[in-house]
């Protein structure tokens, strides 16, 4: 070979081992979410992460296209709750970050570890307001919205904002955090030995919390001294995943127990100790209320007030954050750590003769339970067409009883309030809801990640209204070909469809378009359509979708008139004391 070729060669090579030597920004947050076990991303592609996107798939990340960041949000958020693990949600500069804001913030609330990774503009004319594309100071608008926000500006903090994100998404109490990746990071380019040296594999991301062992005793103490004991499972108890012992510490305990709406199924609604039908009862003759990770915010009126009722009652409270102590009421016995950590040191405690509650209590409680089972029975097996909520959640609550396993998503005013009711749950973390916001709109991107994370069938049981909010995404259920089932409790409108503007011409504010057909959306994108009528038919579309995992909407007719104003909430509607003209 001639030298000029040899040499010509040479310098090739080496460019090529130089090349590979190097590596960049948007490697490096790749090989750190992978060190960190981060196998999905929900997100909305465009600048500057449409190419990061595309990298993530490529090296084995599942990255699943949105239609709206929100509803991508809502997905990673309860991806989080599911598995314990960071959600990741990915989103563009400004209008991308703002849609998926609000599911950072439901996050945050909800106590679901979730991380939103924003690209963003670039500082130095973000920061001197020069008007850049999409220029928003977005960290400082994230901050008061979340746990926790960094921005990463070299290549080589990669590794350490990635591990801080994840560990302050898990750790303790776990929220929402936000990420900041201004486009330049993304193109910067380092040494590739240098870039792998700086990735942190996190390590015991959300330690255990072990509860001091006098405020264990005091717990026991105070239960002990019960004559009419009641127990709160709350979805801190269903995100602890320590199932097992909570089941355990009921059972030995014999104390009724109350589910709220996302702790439901940790032991099943039909559990002889629960007291999920008897509810107004046990709040107001309890004389001592153990919470298991359920707070005491509005959703339990604040732990005071006509709801509990005139007797003094104790409180003690289990939870990983000891600020949650005395938020409303006196905690007589707070324990503060992990859930799983204190229910098994509570267990411990217990010792092998623990007394069971006074019997007059416990057959007090079943007895109230009994009766409004009984009351409520009939209802459910009513035919009337069109369908009330009672008779098509009659149904619905005996295919989730033939199918313990599925996962519900369920979404509405009347169709949430009555679903919680009605449908008995069986499993830990079936029952997927709109927390504690009662925020509209969680519908598609929850059944999403609920089919991604878990691979069960999905059954999303949506009011009207509330699936409007995230509809488009039936397209991404189609394209992903995904086991979701969504039924449409179609009453023409928020709340009911009977509402009459009598000002003008317009249509009154809270109704639809009448007799709409909602399964024609499915259609529209290959899945299956199908309009019900009675119950019959809704049962077998319903059946035929969970044994097919087709994609499918059901547009179940429901009478425009059966619902209520607010459903259960009604009274939180702000009344004037003026008379209405
Ligand atoms: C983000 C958001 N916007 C608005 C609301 C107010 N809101 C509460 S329930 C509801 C819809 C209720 O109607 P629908 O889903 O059809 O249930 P229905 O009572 O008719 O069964 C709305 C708009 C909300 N909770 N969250
Ligand atoms: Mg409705």
């Not at 009722?309 to 104790?314: L, M, N, S, V």
């Amino acid at each position: 070979m001639a030298d000029a070729a040899v040499k010509e060669k040479t310098i090739d090579a080496n460019a090529a081992n130089a090349e590979q030597e190097l590596t960049d920004g948007f490697n490096v947050v790749i090989d750190a979410l992978k060190l960190n076990g981060i196998k999905t991303i929900y997100g909305v592609p465009g600048i500057p992460i449409t190419d990061f996107g595309r990298m993530a798939q490529a090296a084995g990340i599942r990255v699943i296209s949105f239609r709206h960041e929100q509803n991508a949000g809502n997905a990673a958020a309860i991806a989080g709750f599911l598995t314990k693990k960071p959600g990741v949600c990915l989103t563009v500069s400004a209008p991308g970050f703002l849609n998926g804001l609000t599911a950072l913030a439901h996050a945050t609330t909800n106590c679901f570890p979730m991380i939103l990774i924003s690209g963003s503009s670039e500082r130095e004319v973000v920061d001197l307001q020069q008007g850049d594309y999409e220029e928003m100071d977005q960290l400082a608008i994230a901050k008061p919205l979340c746990k926790a926000a960094f921005r990463v500006l070299h290549a080589a903090d990669i590794g350490i904002g990635v591990a801080r994100a994840i560990r302050a998404a898990v750790s303790g109490r776990p929220g929402g955090v936000y990420l900041d990746l201004p486009a330049k990071l993304f193109g910067q380019v380092m040494g590739a030995e240098a870039g792998k040296k700086s990735l942190v594999k996190v390590i015991d991301a959300a330690p255990a919390q072990i509860p001091a062992p006098d405020a264990v005793k005091r717990a026991l103490d105070v239960l002990k001294g019960a004559k009419r004991p009641l127990i709160i499972l709350g979805k801190g108890a269903a995100y602890a995943q320590a199932d097992d012992a909570i089941r355990s510490l009921v059972e030995k305990s014999g104390v009724p127990f109350l589910p709220m709406s996302m702790g439901k199924g940790l032991l099943p609604d039909t559990h002889p100790q629960c007291a999920g039908a008897a509810r107004s009862t046990v709040l107001k003759d309890s004389d001592v209320v153990m919470l298991i990770g359920a707070r005491l915010n509005w959703l339990l009126s604040h732990g005071k007030g006509k709801t509990w009722g005139e007797a003094p009652k104790k409180f003690i409270q289990i939870d990983i954050e000891p600020k949650e102590m005395d938020s409303n009421v006196e905690i007589a016995a707070p324990v503060v750590g992990d859930i799983g950590s204190c229910v098994k040191a509570l267990l411990d405690g217990m010792g092998g003769n623990w007394s069971k509650p006074p019997a007059d209590w416990v057959s007090a409680v079943s007895q109230k339970r009994e009766e409004n089972v009984a009351k409520m029975a009939p209802r459910l097996m009513n035919n009337n067409v069109p369908m009330d909520y009672h008779g098509a959640l009659g149904v619905l609550r005996t295919i989730v009883k033939e199918r313990p396993d599925a996962i519900l998503v369920n979404e509405g005013a009347n169709t949430l309030d009555l679903a919680r009711g009605i449908i008995d749950m069986y499993q830990p973390r079936k029952r997927l809801d709109v927390g504690t916001w009662g925020v509209m709109g969680v519908g598609m991107g929850y059944a999403i990640a609920a089919a991604i994370e878990t691979g069960k069938p999905v059954l999303a049981v949506e009011g009207d209204s509330a699936f409007g909010f995230s509809g488009m995404e039936v397209e991404t259920i189609c394209r992903y070909k995904l086991p979701v089932c969504v039924v449409i409790f179609n009453n023409d409108g928020i709340y009911r469809g009977t509402d009459v503007n009598s000002a003008s011409s317009d249509p009154a504010t809270t109704v639809f378009v009448k007799g709409s057909r909602y399964d024609k959306m499915m259609e529209a994108f290959g899945g299956v359509g199908v309009n019900a009528t009675n119950p019959d038919e809704l049962r077998r579309a319903v059946n035929a979708a969970m044994d097919s995992g087709k994609p499918t909407l059901i547009n179940a007719v429901i009478d425009p008139a059966a619902g209520s104003e607010s459903g259960r909430i009604g009274n939180l509607n702000p009344q004037s004391k003026l008379k209405k003209k």
